[in-house]
C-alpha cells in the first residue's frame, strides 16, 4: 500500500510539472503571437536640458525595425532595437521590454552635458557627467557652463575621448586639460553658489583657469585646478566680507592662486 501511495505521489509531480509546462507553452506561444498594442516612449533627462526627443527615438525605431504596432511581438527584436538607439550620442542608456498586455517599452536615459567647450578653432562640443565628449545639438542648446580659450582638444578628431575620472584628488595636478576641465566643472555644477555665479570658464596662454562671474565686474585668476577646496573659501571669504563691504565693481581682477592669500587689482 505505501509503495502504491508512493507510486501515485510521484505521477502526481510528474503531471503537476508536466501540465505546468504545457501551461507556460501555450502562454509562451500567446504572446509570442499577441500583437503590440502601443509603443510606449520615455526619455529621463535627469537635471539636463533636452537634446533627444521621444520624436528622435520614434524615429530611429521605425527607420530600424518598421512599424512595431500591431506587429506579433515574437517578431520584435528588442535587443537590436536597444541597440541601434544606445549608438546614438545622447543616449546614456535604454531598456526595451513588453508586458502581457502586448505594450512594447522604450526606456532611454539621456546624457547629461556639464560643459560646453569652444576650442581655438571655434568648434564646439560638450563634456558631460561622465567624462565623454558629445557633439552640439542642432536642434537644442543645453544651458551649461562654458570654457574657451587656448584649447586644442577636439570633438570631431577625437570623438570617443573620455576622462580618466577615476582617482581624481585635488592634490593632484594632471597634464590632461580635459581632464582638469572636467574637475573644475564638477566642482562649480555641485556647488550652489558657484553654479550660480560662475558663467564662464578662460583657458589662457599658460593652460591655467580664468573664472568670469556673472555678478561683478571683474575676472577670477583659479590658476590650475588644484586645492580648489581654499581656493573657493578664500574667495567666499572675500565675497562676504570683502565685496560686500567695498563694492563688487571695486575691483577688475581677483587672484586666488596663492596659497593663503587673495590678491586684488584694478586696470
Known amino acids: 500500500m505505501k509503495k502504491f501511495l508512493k507510486?501515485?505521489?510521484?505521477?502526481f509531480w510528474i503531471l503537476l510539472v508536466a501540465g505546468t509546462g504545457v501551461v507556460v507553452g501555450f502562454a509562451e506561444v500567446e504572446q509570442y503571437s499577441r500583437p503590440c498594442r502601443q509603443v510606449v516612449i520615455t526619455v529621463?533627462?535627469?537635471a539636463a536640458d533636452v537634446l533627444i526627443t521621444k520624436r528622435e527615438v520614434d524615429s530611429i525605431v521605425l527607420k530600424t525595425a518598421g512599424m512595431l504596432k500591431g506587429k506579433p511581438l515574437g517578431?520584435?527584436?528588442t535587443a537590436s532595437i536597444e541597440a541601434v538607439i544606445r549608438k546614438h550620442s545622447y543616449v546614456a542608456g535604454v531598456k526595451v521590454f513588453e508586458n502581457n498586455e502586448g505594450n512594447l517599452y522604450i526606456q532611454v536615459r539621456q546624457r547629461e552635458p556639464l560643459l560646453r567647450i569652444i576650442n581655438r578653432k571655434y568648434e564646439s562640443f560638450y563634456l558631460d557627467e561622465s567624462g565623454s565628449l558629445l557633439p552640439v545639438s542642432p536642434n537644442f542648446s543645453a544651458r551649461v557652463l562654458v570654457a574657451n580659450g587656448i584649447i586644442d582638444d577636439s570633438y570631431m578628431k577625437n570623438p570617443n575621448y573620455r576622462v580618466n575620472i577615476?582617482?581624481?584628488a585635488d592634490s593632484v595636478y594632471y597634464d590632461s586639460l580635459m581632464t582638469n576641465l572636467y574637475k573644475l566643472t564638477m566642482y562649480i555644477t555641485h556647488d550652489k553658489f558657484l553654479k550660480a555665479q560662475i558663467g564662464q570658464v578662460y583657458v589662457n596662454e599658460g593652460g591655467e583657469f580664468e573664472l568670469i562671474p556673472r555678478v561683478g565686474n571683474h575676472v577670477i585668476l583659479l590658476g590650475r585646478a588644484v586645492d580648489l577646496d581654499d581656493k573657493f573659501r578664500k574667495l567666499?571669504?572675500?565675497?562676504k566680507f570683502g565685496l560686500n563691504k567695498i563694492g563688487w565693481n571695486k575691483y577688475n581682477i581677483i587672484n586666488i592662486k596663492y596659497k593663503n592669500q587673495v590678491v586684488?587689482?584694478?586696470i
Do not use: E, R, V, W
Not at 236 to 239: I, N, S, T, V
Open 7 to 11: 507510486i501515485l505521489q510521484i505521477t
Open 44 to 46: 529621463d533627462y535627469g
Open 75 to 77: 517578431y520584435i527584436n
Open 166 to 168: 577615476l582617482g581624481i
Open 236 to 239: 567666499f571669504a572675500f565675497y
Open 264 to 266: 586684488c587689482s584694478k
